[in-house]
């Protein structure tokens, strides 16, 4: 008997019980919108983590300030003033590799302007730091050398600062206060969104870093800063970018060679690297989890096909009497076990993508379906199905025609 006779007796045997067909399929079902439903919230969220990451910026290097030690207890990161804005131009000087060197300094301020107040971060900084950042400006400009050399009283402001402080207004050239000084707007940022801690990216003010020191911190250490930022020029020369910096501030803090450093240096591309992987590390484990239930789907199958092969034991004597071989009759039982799986995949990426948008709709959860988890999803239940359809058609196949006719 040929395949075509023999896919076309399987098909009509699915046909004829087709509420078994369908209850058998239910596991497979299942199964593969589970899978289906469980990649795409993980890759939704490794994209997301990786579009978080990347709006930090790229190739970047964080050096910060050592911790200040009070009453034996370490108070974090930049609470020491160990980095100075001549450890920025140094590094800018002898430092081989780098796209851009920022020193900044942060504070909470009080902003008003006319009857509007608003309370945010405030960065003093130079003219690079927008770029190694990847921030973009919306309307107006970045600050003039001028401006950061003779501490003008210009200010670069967020999307979230110019909607609470103006409404719909364009603020560039206006005039806000910071704290009590004046600063003339000179920039809008283009809006980027909170960040992967929930963090708002665009309720920020930029202000040139002499400025911020002289007329609006009031810093009991004149010419400190909190932290460095270092954008290399490649990825691939980040480690070695990373050694030099380390070097030049420990020999300009005339640190020893068995001394404690006074400042940290933190990769940001291995922190991004780490996280992207530990996102991807959770997808898998998600789709694993998911995985289960397509192999409780295949036992649903071998156990209905079981009882399948006693049911039909007349069909089957009949068959081998008038013809059929053992490969005939187990080829029969594995088409079955095969479409049966192969439907129930299918349905099961239907529901796993309506399924998924479901979920993005209600919940607000970034997810992505890959055309990678949909083919592995119908790839798996196609396995599924032959292997555990293997045994009943084995089983099938070795019943003697005379026995199987007797059979009532």
Not at 122 to 131: M, S
Not at 268 to 297: C, Y
Not at 383 to 403: D, K, M, Q
Request: glycine share 10%.
């Amino acid at each position: 008997m040929d395949l075509k006779s023999t896919f076309k007796m399987a098909l009509v045997s699915l046909k004829v019980n087709k509420m078994r067909s369908i209850l058998t399929s239910l596991g497979v079902i299942i199964g593969v919108s589970s899978v289906i439903i469980m990649l795409a919230v993980g890759e939704g969220a490794s994209q997301k983590i990786a579009k978080d990451m990347e709006s930090m910026g790229s190739n970047l290097l964080m050096i910060n300030s050592a911790a200040a030690t009070s009453g034996g207890v370490r108070m974090g990161r930049g609470t020491k003033p160990t980095l100075t804005l001549k450890d920025a131009e140094a590094i800018k000087k002898e430092c081989q590799g780098l796209s851009g060197v920022a020193p900044t300094s942060k504070e909470t301020q009080q902003l008003t302007y006319g009857n509007q107040n608003w309370s945010t971060s405030v960065t003093g900084t130079n003219n690079e730091y927008i770029y190694i950042r990847d921030w973009e400006i919306l309307y107006g400009r970045n600050f003039y050398k001028e401006e950061l050399k003779n501490s003008s009283k210009v200010a670069i402001i967020g999307n979230t600062v110019a909607s609470e402080l103006f409404g719909d207004v364009n603020p560039v050239n206006k005039t806000i206060r910071i704290g009590n000084v004046p600063f003339k707007i000179i920039g809008l940022l283009k809006p980027k969104g909170q960040n992967g801690m929930g963090q708002d990216e665009d309720d920020i003010v930029f202000i040139p870093i002499l400025t911020a020191q002289k007329k609006v911190f009031g810093s009991s250490f004149p010419g400190t800063v909190n932290m460095i930022t270092v954008k290399a020029a490649n990825d691939n020369i980040l480690n070695d970018v990373e050694q030099q910096i380390n070097e030049i501030i420990r020999r300009r803090h005339r640190i020893g060679v068995n001394g404690l450093d006074d400042f940290e240096v933190r990769n940001l591309a291995q922190m991004q690297e780490t996280i992207k992987s530990s996102a991807r590390t959770m997808s898998i484990l998600l789709g694993a989890i998911a995985s289960v239930s397509l192999m409780v789907g295949g036992i649903g199958i071998m156990n209905i096909m079981l009882v399948s092969v006693t049911e039909r034991t007349k069909e089957i004597g009949i068959r081998m009497a008038i013809g059929a071989t053992t490969f005939d009759i187990r080829l029969q039982f594995l088409i079955e076990s095969l479409l049966l799986s192969l439907f129930g995949g299918l349905i099961g990426v239907i529901i796993g993508i309506l399924g998924s948008l479901l979920i993005q709709m209600l919940t607000g959860t970034s997810i992505f379906i890959t055309g990678f988890s949909i083919i592995i999803s119908i790839g798996f239940s196609a396995f599924i199905g032959i292997t555990f359809g293997f045994y009943p058609a084995w089983r099938a196949s070795l019943l003697n025609p005379i026995e199987a006719l007797r059979y009532e």
